[in-house]
Structures are given as C-alpha cells and as structure tokens.
C-alpha cells in the first residue's frame, strides 16, 4: 500500500514540480490518488486545527507557481500557502531567491468560502490583493510575522514594494481539499492542478 513516505520520496529532488518530467509527473499523480483514498480527515473544514496554519508546498503541477522560477537572475525559493480560518483568508508567498539584497517576495490574498452548504472538502476562492517586492525593503523575516504587517496596513508604502488590487469577479476558483493530517495536505485547483504541502 503506497503511502505518505512514498509520496514524499517520489516528489524529492523534483523542486517541487519544477524540474519533474511528463513520466515523473504521471507517476507522482497516481501515487497522490492512492494516498488520497487513505485520507483521514473527510470533512477538512470541520478540522480547524489541522487545517489553518502555515504550510510550505513541497509539490505542484501549477504552471502559475512554477513559472515563477523563470524570472532572469531569479530563483523560487520557497512557497508557502497561508490559511487564517479567523479571516477566510488564504495567504499566498513566493519567496525569490536572487543576489545579495535582491531577494524578492511575491504574495497574493484570497478571501475564501465553503462552495456550498454542504461543502465540507471544497470551497471558493476569490483572489483580492497582491504585493510584489524585495524581501528587504519589504522587512521579511517570515510567513507568519510578513502576514500580520498585511493585515495591519491597508496598503505598502509605493517605496517597499507594488501592492495592488486585484479584480475578484475575474481572479477566482476553488480548492478541494483530497487529504489532510498534522502535517500533510493535498489539494486539487479548478485548472486541475495539484498542490502537496506541510506543515
């Protein structure tokens, strides 16, 4: 029986998708469906402790996210997906890795909402705001602190980074969430993608 040890050695060393090949790609999918029939946790958004938190992507078939990695003189660094269920808030960043103080941070907020009344499993994501800029002039030091600074201003000074709005009726989706534990979870994106994270 395949297993969360398989998934995680079947996705090391692929850079989170970035450098994984159509073959890796299809194996790596099926053993995800496999680990995703072992799901503990069928109704996620009834498990707020396991659910919110800070969680780092380990894998991804989204072309958004990895085409990140294609900036020149730039590479992705970590990803994290930021979940605070207080707020129906999604936290997306992009950590950039580049040279000596021009490390750069891409982030975009969500709001977020069951897809039905019933929905335990999906729900709706409308994307509001986005902020790009360089880790430093951004005062970065983690996930959590970055996030409180969002929360607290309304809008980054013009001098530390481009915060903009973003259209909601135009930017949304949703998210399934396939399998969830203390340290795992697997979701699946209304593009089809595939998202494997920890916390």
Known sequence: ML??????????????????????????????????????????????????????????????????????????????????????????????QSLPYCEGLVS????????????ERRVNVQFTRGVVGFQRLLSYQSPAQYIEKLEATEKINAFQGFDFSINSEQQQGWLEITYLDKDMRIGRGNQGSLFVLTK
């Open 3 to 96: 297993s969360k040890t398989d998934l995680r050695n079947a996705i090391a060393g692929k850079n989170r998708g970035i450098s994984a090949t159509n073959e890796d790609r299809q194996v790596i999918a099926s053993i995800i469906a496999r680990v995703e029939d072992l799901n503990p946790t069928p109704e996620p958004l009834s498990a707020p402790d396991l659910l919110a938190g800070d969680w780092r992507l380990l894998y991804t078939t989204s072309q958004e996210l990895l085409g990140i990695d294609r900036f020149p003189l730039a590479q992705l660094g970590s990803i994290y997906q930021c979940i605070r269920l207080s707020q129906a808030r999604i936290y997306n960043i992009a950590e950039i």
């Open 108 to 119: 975009v907020v969500a709001s977020f909402k069951p897809a039905s009344e019933n929905a």
